[in-house]
């Protein structure tokens, strides 16, 4: 997961609570710590980023979601609150996501949650002394209550089995 952060591994969880703790005041980016409401557990962090109203544009990023939050229903449901906010109670008009073009689940992620793929910016920064194409996805506002629609039917509990798997992938309800 740390390959394509510009941050971590970390050696320690102190060395990682320091990180938590430098990060809590930004603004930009805008940390969430993404809690699983029947444990109570923090799961992962994520946050908004690039946070420009003036022109109705915020990327997601930072996803860091631990291994109790990957491949789950509970990364699907924190990425469609934070696009919901975003769109329906921010009113931005572009929602962006961006990463490693070498990090295939990202990409693979990016696509499944309804983004569109814009292209890749070759050469963009350099990571932990490495060169990092960045590819760019968005969903912008005319998508977004189509892709609503499908994120809030793919959630709804009849759509999991007992042991939690999902009955349609997301992409059948679009």
């Not at 295939?104 to 309804?114: F, T």
Request: include cysteine; hydrophobic fraction near 40%; charge should be neutral.
């Amino acid at each position: 997961m740390w390959t394509y952060l510009s941050v971590g591994p970390f050696s320690s969880e102190t060395d990682f609570a320091t990180w938590i703790g430098s990060i809590t005041p930004s603004q930009d980016p805008l940390f969430f710590a993404a809690v699983d409401e029947a444990s109570g557990k923090a799961v992962g962090i994520v946050s908004y980023l690039r946070i420009d109203p003036v022109n109705g544009s915020i990327e997601v990023g930072w996803v860091t979601w631990s291994p109790l939050m990957q491949r789950s229903p509970i990364s699907t449901e924190a990425q469609y609150l934070l696009m919901k906010h975003a769109f329906d109670s921010l009113g931005y008009r572009r929602y962006e996501w961006k990463c490693n073009a070498l990090n295939v689940p990202s990409m693979k992620a990016a696509e499944r949650l309804g983004f569109t793929y814009e292209g890749t910016f070759r050469q963009a920064v350099i990571v932990k002394g490495r060169n990092r194409d960045t590819a760019w996805f968005s969903v912008i506002d005319r998508e977004w209550p189509a892709l609503k629609a499908s994120f809030e039917a793919w959630l709804k509990p009849d759509n999991f089995d007992v042991e939690g798997r999902q009955k349609k992938r997301l992409q059948d309800f679009r």
